[in-house]
């Protein structure tokens, strides 16, 4: 029998899947898995199930010499170091396509809801400070006749422009690659994000997209312009972002992840034009079950023999 390595608890019918065929061996922490403890439990190990909290570096894959196959519960894998892995013969593993609509509908949620203050808006009212309906209170930001400019057009920058038609938006984007996209005008970034009313940022973290918004880039966009940011923390400098906020170089931003999480920069706490919510934008019940079950797919098949279904690019 194959042995596995499950990082973190999964939906019970899902784990069933694999503890039929293999003897898991199951993480049951609420938090990561400490990255002693993984190194230690992974040794032996035919195949891993891990999450994007897991770092899956050198030192993980070398204490795991049968490893065939690494699969990891989210789309982004910049938590694994993929070329040492392929270096090994391992397969790796992500899970595309399942989250994209419901991180799509996210980004939307964060568009919203930061452009119309709702955080804001709730905190007076818990705080007990409403007093009343007045005209001028906590005034928002319409979308309608904007640009939305989204930085990467993948498969959930492209279900977010998919969006903006029913909110009166049109959309630009800047793409690394020369890329087919009717109805939405490409640009360079420098353009695009002197143009943009809001910026959406779809790219996956690498060394080149690592502090793609830092301050020199937060000082293009327009004072009145929004920065969401649903990717990968690192890809936005957070200092320079909480810089460029309390300077009012822009109006405001909704962050879904961070650079060190669950560490957030301690100077946005004190800002009311910044949105902070604790990286879920795949998180729906359907979508999560969908990445578990995707995730554990892709390991029945690498230990049957089979090709994965979604191995990372
Ligand atoms: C979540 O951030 C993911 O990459 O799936």
Known sequence: MSAI????????????????????????????IPAEELRARVAGKDALVCLLTDAVDRGVIDAAPSLKAIANVAVGYNNIDVAYARSRGI????????????????TWALILAITRRLSEGERLVRRGEWKGWALDLLLGTELRGKQLGLIGVGR???????????????????????IEFAGAEALPLDRLLLTSDVVSLHVPLTPDTRHLIDKRALTRMKRSAYLINTARGPVVDEAALAWALQHHLLAGAALDVYEDEPVVHPDLFGLENVLLVPHLASGTTETRTAMADLAVENVLAVLAGGAPLTPVP
């Open 5 to 32: 390595l499950v990082t973190r608890k999964l939906p019970s019918s899902v784990l069933a899947k694999l503890s039929a065929v293999a003897d898991v061996d199951l993480y049951t922490g609420e938090a990561a």
């Open 91 to 106: 397969v790796v593993t992500n899970t595309p396509d399942v989250l994209t609509e419901s991180v799509a509908d996210f």
């Open 156 to 178: 959930i920058g492209r279900a977010v422009a998919a969006r903006a038609g029913a909110f009166g938006m049109r959309v630009a984007y800047t793409s690394r690659r020369e």
